[in-house]
């Protein structure tokens, strides 16, 4: 059955609001079984998964031999399992271009201390490429979903996004920390680092220490005037309801 629009928006926020993936790759060791490990993920100018693994993983091998692969990526946290919403994105991970710069500042922004991985190990970034998107709403609700209406570019990708989140942390750290409390409903009171670390048409990504926090936004945007007005707006909502 194909996806309707509001099973594609459910999907999409599935995979925008997680940041880590079971990947299943096929195994060298034992031939004809899947490999199973976990990767974190973060999002690159096309919307697609962009991943850092080590040239000595398992995984990583694998990959070498057949770049074949699924990402699956589940909501569940606790509760009935078969209920839960999942994802599986089948396709292939291929070595990312090294002048992927502005991909790989974004990586680092959500996850600051894989820059320390590139001391240890022989690490390098691979980019995810879509061949087919299954997606299981839970019980009875279960869609393929079109690639090109799954992924979806982020407007503010590179230097728009680096500067609204280097704006957006020195000077409005207060609207921040109201994002998370009002809209996320996270104590963060006793948090040392809150910090906006992205933000795509849909919404905007926060990390509280080394916790995530996904907020969406009410409608779509699509410029850097309409993400300032929003996020403005959102401030102002989120500092009135703190008061009352």
């Not at 942390?169 to 409390?181: G, L, P, T, V």
Request: with cysteine.
């Amino acid at each position: 059955m194909k996806a309707d629009t509001q099973s594609i928006t459910e999907a999409r926020t599935l995979m925008l609001k997680k940041d880590h993936a079971i990947l299943s790759t096929h195994s060298l060791e034992y031939p004809g079984f899947p490999f199973g490990s976990v990767v974190p993920y973060a999002l690159n100018d096309a919307g697609l998964p962009v991943v850092l693994i080590s040239s000595i993983a398992q995984h990583t091998k694998n990959i070498g031999e057949d770049s074949k692969l699924s990402l699956t990526i589940t909501a569940t946290q606790g509760g009935d399992v078969q209920a839960a919403a999942r994802l599986c994105l089948l396709g292939h991970l291929k070595l990312m271009d090294s002048e992927e710069e502005k991909s790989q500042q974004r990586y680092f922004n959500y996850f600051e201390q894989s820059k320390l991985y590139f001391d240890v190990h022989d690490f390098s970034f691979y980019v995810f490429e879509p061949v087919a998107v299954r997606y299981i709403g839970g019980f009875g609700k279960i869609f393929w979903v079109d690639v090109e209406d799954f992924f979806l570019s982020n407007p503010f990708f590179g230097s728009s996004e680096q500067g609204m989140l280097s704006h957006m942390n020195e000077h409005h750290s207060a609207s921040i920390r109201a994002y998370c409390s009002h809209y996320g409903k996270l104590n963060v009171s006793g948090r040392k680092r809150v910090l906006l670390v992205g933000i795509d048409a849909e919404g905007i990504d926060i990390k509280a220490d080394e916790e995530r926090l996904r907020i969406e936004f009410p409608k779509r945007i699509s410029s850097p005037n309409e993400a300032r007005e929003l996020l403005t707006e959102m401030s102002h909502t989120a500092m009135a309801a703190l008061l009352n």
